[in-house]
């Protein structure tokens, strides 16, 4: 017997709310957790405790370039605050020419476990660029690990952590570089860097076997922030931190916050605009990781095999790549055996096709226009970010007009985007799977009225990585509107095109707010 067709009324109002609630929910997700005060116990992490070290060490907040004066008294402060712990530092002082020659001097501190296993290192470096004084890039970095000094020194591991801060990173991974010359044996890296002053730290580069990394990490992560499509993403972009260098031989987990991206490299990359909150997170991705790594073998660690893997909020689901692979083929059919049982979606299925492609060509036109006239888009402002945002839900106004009433279009567009990805780029199939899976139970749903609400938990993925697109890249309008657009295909049969008049001003609220960029200072 098939389904009822009976159209589902839905107010004109739902679709809207639903994104916008949407829109909170995925910003929300990206905020780091709140940081812990400066007299919180001991065996706590404290960010507090790590920006008033981060204080201490920056002083006037000059910048301190590899081998000025400057970055002596940064060496000198960091060493003053580790000999008040009780650590003896070691230098090591070595020429070294790369992109740049210098002679680079890196400091160690070794914190001994209470089992003779080979040390996990933990590496920041202390220099920043010529323009600014690096409270971020990476004086969150040296804070962290100065407040991790503390805490481990109180509270020995079971495996030893060689703390590392390393100088030149700025002028070509010097530091990195020369303390791997000089052969030291660790079992495994974490890194910590920061490409700009907020959000959340993400485990966005795993060296080695990635699900064994996962799997250590998840259990003691209470804020995880982590996902197989930002590795991949990363491994294909130019890029390079210190991890580049460690990991050709050892595996290594980098971290970093990239929100406030504007800040990154400039004399406004300050204690004034460093989020202690991120500072937080830093420090707890960091002591997740290490956490993790406390067993006598971490062979599993070293190799190349990907995984799956991506975090909710509250936990990380991980999975093996065939298996996965698998699943989504049999999602892809289920999803198309029902289009063909059900006669139906192949218009909805069109709509949410060409939505994303004609939100992104649009902002790309309305960039090269505002451009072409002097506008700035500095970082992510508000008043452009709302009006592409604005876009987006105009086009879903227009779409709505000729989408069928069922989940089945965005089902199928989800499944098959999906598969793609699987064959292509398994690391990220998920971010499809994951919607594809709740639209085709929308779709066969006997609560109706509960499909609007699955229709909002499949877009949230799509949302978050809208959301972290921008703060990792900034303000690409054609990028954000596509996305934006794309995340609100799962919720697009709760949308009802309103009258006319409504809908003209949609488009003219989002073009306002954009020709608003003009006058941003």
Same mark, same amino acid.
């Given at each position: 017997?098939?389904? %009822?067709?009976t ?8 679709g ?7 829109? $909170? ?9 709140? &940081? ?13 405790? !790590? ?8 002083g %006037? ?6 081998? +000025?004066?400057a =970055?002596?008294a &940064?060496?000198?402060?960091i060493?003053?605050?580790?000999t ?13 020419? !790369? ?8 400091l160690?501190? *070794?914190?001994?476990g +209470?089992e ?18 690096? !409270? ?6 040296? @804070? /962290?690990?100065? *407040?991790?000094a ?7 591991p ?6 590392l801060? =390393?100088?030149?990173? *700025? ?6 570089? +020369? ?50 499509l930002y590795?991949a993403?990363?491994?294909l ?10 990991g050709?031989d ?11 991206g ?32 406390? %067993? ?5 660690l ?5 995984g799956?893997?991506? %975090? ?23 999803t ?13 299925? @069109? ?12 902002a !790309? ?15 992510v ?5 709302? @009006? ?9 106004q227009?779409?709505?007009? $000729?989408?069928?009433? /069922? ?13 793609l990805l699987?064959?292509f780029?398994?690391?990220?199939s ?7 899976l ?29 959301a ?30 309103? *009258? ?5 001003g ?7 707010l ?8």
């Open positions: 017997m098939r389904p %009822d067709r159209p589902l009324k839905l107010p004109v109002w739902l809207p709310v639903l994104a916008a609630f949407g829109w $909170w929910l995925a910003l929300a997700w990206l905020a780091p957790p709140a &940081v812990v005060p400066a007299d919180a116990p001991d065996d706590v992490f404290s960010g507090a405790r !790590a920006v008033q070290a981060l204080s201490r060490v920056l %006037d907040e000059r910048a301190h370039p590899v081998g +000025t004066p =970055n002596r &940064v060496e000198a402060r060493v003053a605050e580790l008040a712990l009780g650590l003896p530092v070691t230098v090591e002082e070595d020429p070294i020419c !790369a992109e740049h020659c210098a002679r680079i001097r890196n160690l501190v *070794e914190i001994p +209470t003779p296993l080979p040390p996990v290192l933990l590496s920041v470096h202390y220099d920043s660029v010529a323009s600014g004084p690096g !409270a971020g890039d990476d004086g969150s970095g040296v @804070g /962290t690990l100065l *407040e991790l503390r805490l481990l020194s109180a509270h020995p079971r495996r030893p952590a060689l703390l801060f =390393n100088e030149g990173e *700025e002028a070509g991974l010097l530091g990195a570089q +020369t303390f791997v010359g000089r052969g030291h044996d660790v079992a495994a890296v974490i890194n910590l860097e920061a490409r700009g002053t907020g959000g959340n730290a993400f485990l966005f580069e795993l060296k080695g076997a990635a699900l064994p990394w996962v799997r250590r990490y998840a259990p003691h992560a209470t804020a995880p922030s982590v996902s197989s590795t993403i990363y491994a972009l130019p890029n390079n931190t210190d991890a580049t260098v460690y050709r050892l595996p290594v987990a980098n971290v970093a916050f990239l929100g406030g504007v800040r990154y490299h400039t004399p406004v990359d300050d204690l004034a605009h460093l989020d202690p909150d991120s500072v937080q997170h830093l420090g707890e991705q960091a002591l997740a990781l290490f956490r993790g790594l406390q %067993d006598d073998d971490l062979s599993d070293r190799g190349t095999a990907p799956v893997f991506w %975090d909710v909020g509250f936990t990380v689901l991980r999975f093996d790549p065939l298996p996965f692979r698998v699943f989504v083929l049999a999602l892809f059919l289920a198309l055996g029902s289009a063909v049982y059900r006669g139906q979606g192949l218009r909805s299925f @069109g709509v949410s096709l060409a939505l994303p492609l004609v939100a992104a060509g649009t !790309a036109l309305a960039s090269a226009l505002l451009h072409a006239l002097g506008a700035q888009w500095l970082g402002p508000a008043v452009p970010f709302l @009006g592409l945002v604005a876009s987006s839900f105009a086009w879903a227009l779409g709505a007009r $000729w989408t069928e009433d /069922t989940w089945m279009g965005p089902a199928l567009l989800c499944a098959g985007l999906a598969l699987a064959l780029l398994p690391e990220g998920y971010l499809f799977a994951q919607p594809a709740l639209l085709l139970l929308a779709v066969w749903l006997p609560w109706r009225p509960g499909a609007p609400v699955l229709g909002l938990v499949a877009s949230l993925p799509l949302l978050h990585v809208a972290g697109l921008v703060h990792a890249l900034g303000l690409s309008a054609p990028l954000l509107a596509g996305t934006a657009a794309l995340a609100l295909v799962p919720q697009l049969p709760a949308w009802r095109s309103p *009258e006319p008049r409504l809908l003209a949609s488009f003219v609220t989002a073009g306002a954009l020709l608003a960029t003009l006058g941003l200072p």
